[in-house]
């Protein structure tokens, strides 16, 4: 069984601050990795891929991954209160199929 | 693009009855998924198919759970008899190719089977 594990949080940071959301994957052989973001009674919704080592930035997020040590992490900087979401880490299978294993979310809470 | 549409957004049915929830994909979409999300096992994968055909369902709970894609625009999870533990979030989701470029989700069914 493949697993992605995510700290369910609350994760709790004042508005300004950087986020750092972290996430680990059980199998090796993986190759895309993904953030999604989740409103509360909203659906996933992508915000960020990262295929290769190292870090890939978008806006005010970054993605890092770390293939030899298994885990791939979100940063948010200068959160703000519309970033509070819960955040979905997945990871695709390397079997063949590509079909994304998700973590169960870690909740981030961003006060003003 | 209207994006992944699915309906009904809300549905209360009563235990025994039959549901049926549908999804429509993004055009150009050959992957279509259905999950399903609870608090207590989070985003659960539970069919997929690939060019409407089904292609992994190893993950739907038990024989009272199916789904088709009768075409590429077009597809339904149905569940009879429908039991109190099947309520949750039902999610469709589309993608090019795999999911290697992330998913596209709809914005759910929420099902509450009393």
Known sequence: QKEVEQNSGPLSVPEGAI???????????????????QYSGKSPELIMSIYSNGDKEDGRFTAQLNKASQYVSLLIRDSQPSDSATYLCAVTDSGGSYIPTFGRGTSLIVHP | DAGVIQSPRHEVTEMGQEVTLRCKPISGHDYLFWYRQTMMRGLELLIYFNNNVPID???????????KMPNASFSTLKIQPSEPRDSAVYFCAS????????YTFGSGTRLTVV
């Open chain 1, 19 to 37: 986020a750092s959301l972290n996430c680990t994957y059980s199998d090796r052989g993986s190759q895309s990795f993904f953030w999604y973001r």
């Open chain 2, 57 to 67: 369902d190893s993950g739907m709970p038990e024989d009272r759970f199916s789904a």
């Open chain 2, 95 to 102: 993608s090019f190719r795999s999911g290697d470029y992330g």
